[in-house]
């Protein structure tokens, strides 16, 4: 299953902190600081 989307991961890590949620990892996807968010892992 693939899914699209283009998220601000500061953004989404503050909507999800609002519901309880913590930020462990955000892996991203090659070399550049600006490179797209390949996976956040977060726990609650």
Known sequence: ???FKRYD???L???????GWEKLVCL???ESDRAPMAM???KR
């Open 1 to 3: 299953m693939f899914r």
């Open 9 to 11: 991961e500061g953004l």
């Open 13 to 19: 890590a503050e909507s999800l902190a609002r519901f």
């Open 28 to 30: 991203p996807i090659g």
């Open 40 to 42: 956040l892992l977060v």
